[in-house]
């Protein structure tokens, strides 16, 4: 299990609710918060690596914002609903990837290939 500490902002409580919980399964820590300042404050506290964020309930200056302040971070953007533009802005404003809510082996895999080319960066 990766040593990674994963925070999640999702809007929808049933679905933040199956998220941490497969969530939990791959990662050492998973950690749900219910605003963005609780986010920032989490990833800042507990040196979070990956920040999983609900895009429709948040902004694409939040994910410009987190990707500015937190360098170091891996940000996965979640949407219940395919746009492909909105998909491209959050990539444009410093999201690693972009998954459809309930894509969790997507979600996984964004936050593993992102500590896959950290560790590489560092070796």
Known sequence: MPSLTVVLLEGDAGVAQ???SALSQTFSSVQQ?????ELRN??????????ILDIENSS??????????????C???THRVADEEMWAAA????????????DIAGIVRAALD????QRSAAA
């Open 33 to 37: 918060v219910q605003s963005v300042g």
């Open 114 to 117: 992102y500590a896959g080319r």
């Open 42 to 51: 989490r990833i800042a506290k507990n040196r979070a690596q990956v920040a």
């Open 18 to 20: 199956s998220l941490v």
């Open 91 to 102: 990539l444009q404003a410093g999201a690693a990837d972009v998954c459809p809510t309930n």
């Open 60 to 73: 694409l200056s939040d994910v410009e914002h987190l990707s500015h302040d937190f360098p170091g971070a």
């Open 75 to 77: 940000i996965v953007c």
